[in-house]
């Protein structure tokens, strides 16, 4: 019996997760947190039975306190409820799904506290790669990707020499404006840009995808995932999303890792890694697909992909400045505080101004994040 523990358990990842508990039998929901959400997260702790469960919103934390006061569940609040789940001593593994930055401290408690991480939370390792890495290598544990293309790396790489990898190939959509000009986007409606073609996912990330600013957090993700280069990373368009990422050797040979799109089976994965459980759903049928299409993506049209390469070149508290400005766009433009454009503007002008840090602490990292709100409140 695994036990582990989820944040973010009511969003699209973490929902995901307990399906997967509920198809297989030898997992144990111990811990779970969620941002706002009494009834469903109440729900879950109905099904699931964790020991601890925590909202982030206090006021919500008591209300579902009082919920719940018939079951023998421990109910916590804020950062603080979430670093304890963190290092909650039955717990695994812990699946990290929440959005944001709210990500790293919880991980880098659960790594010292010698838990293996299942990482569906982007931002913690593009704002803190480089004190999270060495940090779970001193802890000996496990960060096991969840995102459909690193989980597709990681499944092409197991067995082979990390030293013979010649060039990541990291897959991409394109999203719902692939092939559209600037002059396209002008008047893109939020309703627009939250039709992806081919997942089913949260807004944030589904507006990250729109821009390519998703892909861009994961080209920084894989550069500390797989120790390589930003050089040794490419993105391709592959719109169909069958191929979700490839590596390529030394030798010239390539391998890919291709499936339906299905967030369940990178969860799966890293949850009983390094063995394979059957996962029920849609299985590829080559011949009604007949065509797997690749084109390279539009770095000028969609700026964010650019800026994400900048950003990583640069490297140090940049990428806390690239992801904080992102993060603060989408959220207004979720709001229809500013128009879909105004995200990569944004963006750029916040790098522009960020007084760079090369080896940032945690604490650095935090004030870098709030300086960026704060640059953008002033100025939008």
């Known amino acids: 019996m695994k036990k582990i523990g989820i944040l973010g358990s009511t969003g699209s990842i973490g929902t995901q997760t307990l399906q997967i508990v509920r198809d297989n039998k030898d997992l144990d929901v111990r811990a779970l947190a969620a941002g706002s959400n009494v009834d469903m997260l109440e729900e879950q702790i109905r099904e699931f039975h964790p020991e601890i469960a925590c909202l982030w919103d206090a006021d919500k934390a008591a ?24 290092v909650l001593p039955e717990m695994e593994i812990l699946v990290t799904a929440v959005v944001g930055m709210i990500g790293i401290k919880p991980t880098i408690a659960a790594i010292e506290a010698g838990k293996d991480i299942a990482l569906a939370n982007k931002e913690t390792l593009v704002t803190a790669g480089h004190l999270i890495m060495p940090l779970a290598k001193k802890m000996g544990v496990s960060i096991l990707p ?3 293309e690193h989980s597709a790396i990681f499944q092409c790489l197991n067995g082979e020499k990390r030293g013979q ?9 394109g999203g719902p404006f692939r092939g559209r000009t600037r002059e396209d986007l002008e008047n893109v409606t939020l309703e627009d840009a939250l039709k992806h073609p081919n997942w089913a996912m949260g807004r944030k990330i589904t507006i990250d995808s729109a821009t390519l600013v998703n892909k861009g957090l994961e080209v920084i993700e894989a550069k500390w995932l797989f120790d390589v280069d930003f050089d040794d990373i490419e993105v391709v368009v592959q719109p169909q999303s069958i191929i979700h990422s490839m590596v390529q050797f030394d030798d010239g040979g390539v391998m ?22 059957p996962l029920s759903g849609d299985r590829l049928d080559f011949a009604a697909l007949k065509s797997i299409t690749f084109e390279a993506p539009d770095m000028e049209v969609f700026r964010g992909l650019a800026l994400a390469f900048e950003a990583g070149r640069q490297g140090g508290s940049m990428t806390t400045a690239y992801n904080a400005a992102n993060e603060k766009a989408v959220a207004m433009f979720l709001d229809r505080k500013i128009r879909f454009l105004d995200i990569w503007d944004i963006i750029e002008y916040c790098m522009k101004e960020h007084r760079f840090i090369e080896n940032p602490s945690l604490e650095e990292i935090l004030a870098t994040e709030q300086e960026v709100y704060d640059m953008i409140e002033s100025r939008w």
Request: glycine share 6%; net charge positive.
């Open 146 to 148: 969840v995102d459909s």
């Open 63 to 86: 209300k579902l306190k009082e919920r719940v006061k018939d079951l023998p569940v421990k109910i916590v609040s804020g950062m603080e409820g979430m670093l304890e789940i963190a």
């Open 256 to 277: 890919a890792q291709l499936g339906t799109p299905d967030m369940r089976l990178p969860i799966q994965y890293a949850l009983y890694y390094p063995d394979r459980k």
């Open 165 to 173: 990898v010649d060039k990541i190939l990291l897959t991409a959509s």
